[in-house]
């Protein structure tokens, strides 16, 4: 009786032959199976946000656009005679790494926006890896400090800027903002998790604009007083710089290289693991 009425009902028939729609999951979101792609869909979505978002743009390629065009319209001539070489090699690679930080300054901004929104902690409940959020942020970084090089890059050509040392040299040049970049991302990504919107632009804008002020970007070494030539000739930002205008220009570049991958690496040391703690916290509020 149980097994004719089994077979009338609809619903058992369906069930029982394997012909009802079931959505069976068959990998954990914790599988490393699922990383890669689950990586690459949030990296979508920030990218697509980070094109659509006015302040991004604004700090990551407009305002270092206009700030070089300004110190050369402004200062090239007299930059390069005082320095006997031409300002762009200085003010190009200054401009890349200014909007480096502007940019990751966005990024941070905007992670702070999700943080309070709660967006963070509904992605956390989610059936998504829980890697892949500060995977796709990285990534989204690396996209963003590409692009900005490769813009400043086009907008240095055309006022006269040229890579004199190679192929081989032109490509480190990228890669010198690319770890700059990546290693400001993760100090501002720490700070981001842990205060205020507000205090974490204050204190990243006022410590990039000291940088850049007191950078070899702007003038030579020997043009600061020589009190304070220590600490410009040894700060991140002038090591870089100086990394990139050898890379193009020529000179020195073991230096100040081994001096960016020291700070960079150091960076990186210091402030990635409270920046995947922080995240974690955050995602959970």
């Known amino acids: 009786m149980a097994a004719s009425r089994s077979a009338a009902d609809p619903a058992a028939k369906a069930l029982a032959d394997d012909s009802f729609p079931v959505q069976v ?35 990551a390629v407009v305002f270092p656009a206009l700030l070089l065009v300004m110190l050369n319209t402004v200062l090239g001539r007299q930059i390069s005679a005082y320095a006997d070489y031409n300002a762009l090699y200085g003010s190009v690679p200054m401009t890349t790494l200014v909007g480096v930080m502007s940019g990751s ?39 963003r400090i590409l692009a900005t ?18 192929l081989l040299a032109s490509l480190a040049f990228l890669l010198v903002p690319m770890l700059f970049g990546l290693a400001f991302s993760t100090m501002v990504t720490a700070v981001a998790v842990f205060t205020a919107k ?44 100086e990394a990139m205008k050898g890379l193009s220009l020529g000179g020195p570049v073991q230096g100040p290289l081994i001096g960016t991958l020291l700070w960079s690496g150091g960076a990186i040391a210091l402030f990635a693991i409270p920046a995947a703690l922080g995240y974690n916290k955050a995602s959970r509020r």
Request: hydrophobic letters at 50%; charged letters at 15%; a positive charge.
């Open 149 to 166: 090089t490769v813009v400043l890059l086009v907008a240095g050509y055309a006022l006269g800027f040229r890579f004199d040392q190679g």
């Open 25 to 59: 999951r068959r990998r954990s979101e914790s599988s490393l199976a699922v990383l890669v792609p689950h990586s690459l869909i949030q990296t979508r979505r920030l990218l697509v946000r980070s094109m659509r978002d006015p302040l991004t743009l604004m700090q």
């Open 198 to 241: 507000a205090t974490l632009v204050e204190a990243i804008s006022l410590i990039s604009s000291l940088m850049m002020f007191f950078s070899t970007g702007f003038v030579p070494l020997f043009a600061f007083p020589g009190w304070i030539q220590p600490v410009v000739e040894h700060q991140p930002l002038t090591l870089a710089i």
């Open 105 to 143: 300054m966005a990024g941070a901004i905007s992670l702070g926006r999700e943080r309070e929104a709660g967006l963070l902690a509904r992605f956390w409940v989610l059936p998504v890896h829980r890697a892949s959020g500060l995977i796709a942020r990285i990534a989204t970084e690396g996209v």
